[in-house]
């Protein structure tokens, strides 16, 4: 695909309908809007200009004036993505949605919420905490994250065996298409058959089919109780083989989060924390919550006592804010704490059928002990989400790395294929993972997809490069 | 070795919202913890009595909510608990607070040492561990990092100190209140919980101490709060424009006559 540069005439034009405040061009001030959280040196690529809109309008005009001059568009939240979606990997223009961060509307009646894209996750909940009210999408990254971020990778995170993911709580939706036109999805309602639903089709389509400007999100009752466990487990096949028993109980926890032993390590060294890992090969951290506090102290202890049944060395409870927080930080930081001291690595997020996990352990270690690198793995578990991390042997070289990275992916993406599941449970294919995408999905999917994608945007000028490359 | 600790129940502090009007905390729907800072005596106290062997006993002076308190540091590890609870002990200031407390640890039978946090991350003094072993009259040894040796008549321990550390050998029954540096808190386990919850925990009240009534409670105290203020933050930036040559030299000499004004150069 031949784009067109961004000239002066086009920045002219840009300042015309933002002001010069919202369009920059210099090198210093681009460079954070280059790369996302996946590696800025393997994947980051600079834009041409940086534009900051405040209002729909000015999103629709950008977006016609793309189309008219062939020039790419790549939509950016806060940047805090994992797969590459928000780099803007032709130049162009970056579009941040910063400022699009205005709560529209609180409906209590409907237990609604009309918000802009560009506000930051969590502070949702701070604002309806004291209504008694809870959005429960969750991401791992929701002090940072944006909203129009989390819908467009469909995000996921540590509450999702309850809750599920953001698509649930999508509503409805404020869109500029591809082709500069706004329009409206869905809406406050509980029930819409009226024609395809496209506002699920935008949930996870990674900035490749518009840009989300406003969402109606559906709230929840506050829970007032929770409570955890950090449970002990000799090794990885004993705490990922207890996950399947908690599930296949009927007892629904909020979250159950696997992480072996070096990623509870490098997190705690990270944040000098002390947890007890060092008699111990893997966790399992349990989240019970709800309105009730005698109920939730009695499904914890049953999950409790169903752990130490199968395999668990000791379980440690967590019911209140301090040492929540103080478990749960660990296991937030674990990215973070991998980046520091094995900069080199490729943070996966594969996910299979929740049953079948347990499989998926050994096969790890097959492909660990093959290629000699280390494979750290914690994660979604209650979801079948795992993030495997493969890290380079420091002892081997950076071509040996490029040599050797690829293939142990697509063994693991092999096996995942094998047991039914898929390459992405909630980070996206972006940049990241489309090379790959190709060799795990049936091809008349993968052009069903293409040819939405045609349909929408046909100059190719929505994000282009991401989850699939339509030559 | 018997370890006693009194600990105290703080709100949980990240979320803390205050009343404008009348500059005090406003409590509802905050949840109550263990002072953090106590988490590091329990801890301390528990792996001294692994070493030593003996009893750890929590003890608290708090409304019957305060139970929940005992209970989670019986979860982790500590034996016994009492409530030290009567409506006569509301209001209570450092003076009167230890004053009961040191009543209530007479009480408790015999002892080896008395382990406190740092301060309470509410009230802020760090004067009712200093305040008991007055009352008690028994040594004090204050910011205690890390405890050296034990025998059966001394305890020798670091105290944190502005040049460095002080090593004391204090002779036992003592009192020490100790800084994070001292133990690494562990979490409490789910057997811990189970035991806790079938834990009795006495109270001890006006009714079952000789306790002199004229000390306690708001109206055995000395503190008299007069006024409640918030200090006045007053933070103003100056804009300097600094465009071209001259601009640049005509900000650095406003920078640099600011600097000596304030005597930062």
């Keep these: 695909m031949r784009y067109n540069p961004v000239t002066k005439k086009i920045v002219d034009e840009l300042v015309e309908i933002l002001g010069p405040k919202n369009v920059f061009s210099d090198q210093e001030k681009m460079e954070a809007y280059s790369h996302d959280e996946t590696s800025a040196e393997e994947y980051g690529h ?21 189309n008219r001059e062939l020039i790419p568009i790549t939509p950016r939240g806060a940047g805090s993505g994992l797969s590459g979606g928000a780099i803007p990997t032709f130049g162009g223009i970056l579009l941040s949605i910063e400022k699009m961060n205005k709560v529209l509307e609180i409906d209590d009646g409907n237990m609604m919420m009309v918000l802009e894209t560009g ?6 909940n701070a604002l309806i905490k004291d209504r008694g ?113 908690i599930m296949a109980k009927g007892l629904i926890p909020t979250g159950i989060e696997f992480m072996d032993k070096l990623s509870v390590k490098t997190s705690c060294e990270y944040l000098n924390e002390s947890l007890p890992y060092q008699d111990c090969g893997a966790m399992l951290l349990i989240e019970v919550d709800g309105t009730n506090a005698e109920q939730v102290e009695k499904d914890t202890e049953s999950i409790g006592d169903l752990c130490m049944d199968n395999g668990a060395i000791e379980v440690y409870v967590a019911d209140n804010y301090t040492t929540q927080e103080r478990i749960w930080s660990v296991r937030r930081n674990i990215a973070e704490a991998f980046k520091v001291v094995s900069p080199v690595q490729s943070l996966e ?26 494979i750290p793995c914690y994660g979604h578990a209650g979801d079948g989400n795992l993030h495997a991390t493969l890290v380079k042997n420091p002892n081997h070289t950076m071509e040996h790395w490029h040599e050797i990275e690829p293939k142990a992916l697509r063994e693991l993406y092999e096996v995942t294929k094998k047991l039914g599941g898929k390459i992405s449970g909630e980070h996206g294919i972006g940049l990241k993972r489309k090379n790959y995408l190709k060799e795990v999905i049936n091809p008349v999917e993968l052009n069903l997809m293409k040819a939405i994608k045609k349909a929408w945007d046909p100059n190719h000028i929505m994000n282009p490069g991401k989850i699939f490359d339509l030559e | 070795m018997n370890i006693i600790i009194p600990i105290k129940q703080v709100p949980e502090t990240s979320n803390v919202k205050m009343d404008k009007e009348t500059g005090t905390m406003i409590r509802d729907g905050v949840e109550s913890v263990i002072n953090p800072l106590d988490l590091y005596a329990i801890e301390l106290g528990i792996q001294l009595k692994e070493i030593h062997g003996g009893k750890v006993t929590v003890c608290t002076m708090g409304p019957p909510s305060a139970q929940k308190a005992l209970r989670e540091a019986i979860a982790m590890g500590c034996d016994d608990g009492i409530l030290i609870t009567d409506r006569k002990f509301a209001g209570a200031d450092t ?24 301060r309470a991350t509410d009230g802020d003094t760090g004067q009712v561990g200093p305040g008991i072993a007055a ?9 205690v990092s890390h405890v050296d040796e034990v025998t059966n008549t001394h305890i020798t321990v670091e105290r944190l100190v502005e040049e460095g550390y002080q090593i004391l050998k204090m002779p036992l029954p003592t009192l020490l209140t100790v800084v994070k ?56 930036g100056k804009m300097v424009s600094a465009n071209g040559e001259e601009g640049i030299n005509a900000a650095i000499d406003e920078l640099i006559k600011f600097l000596e004004e304030k005597e930062l150069i």
């Design chain 2, 181 to 236: 540096e001292v133990s690494d808190p562990r979490l409490p386990t789910l057997r811990g919980k189970k035991k806790a919850r079938a834990t009795e925990i006495p109270v001890f009240s006006t009714e079952n101490m000789n306790l002199n009534e004229g000390s306690l409670g708001l109206k055995g105290s000395p503190t008299k709060v007069v006024k409640i203020d918030y200090p006045k933050v007053t933070r103003g």
């Design chain 1, 119 to 124: 506000i930051v996750t969590n502070e949702v």
């Design chain 1, 46 to 66: 600079m834009p041409e200009v940086v534009v900051t809109p405040s209002t729909t309008e000015e999103i629709a005009k950008i977006v016609k004036l793309a």
């Design chain 1, 133 to 245: 009210l809870f959005y429960a999408g969750y991401p791992m990254s929701l002090e940072t994250c944006f909203l129009g971020g989390n819908i467009a990778e469909n995000a996921g995170g540590g509450k999702a065996v309850k809750y599920g993911v953001t698509g649930r709580y999508i509503m409805g939706m404020e869109l500029v298409t591809p082709t500069g036109e706004i329009v409206e999805l869905g809406g406050k309602l509980s029930k819409d058959v009226s024609g395809y639903d496209l506002k699920q089709l935008i949930v996870g389509s990674e900035g490749t089919l518009g840009i989300v400007t406003k969402a109606t999100i559906k709230l929840t009752g506050l829970p007032t109780a929770k409570s955890n466990l950090l449970v002990l487990y000799k090794n990885p096949k004993d705490a990922i083989d207890c996950v399947p028993v």
């Design chain 1, 349 to 374: 997020d594969i996910v299979v059928p929740i049953a079948t996990i347990p499989d998926i352990i050994p096969e790890l270690d097959r492909i660990s002990e093959k290629y000699d690198i280390k």
């Design chain 2, 135 to 143: 009352w008690l009259n028994i040594p004090l040894a204050t910011y």
């Design chain 2, 95 to 118: 003076w009167a607070t230890s004053y009961t407390l040191s009543e209530a640890i007479k009480n408790m039978g015999s002892f080896d040492l008395v382990l406190a946090g740092e």
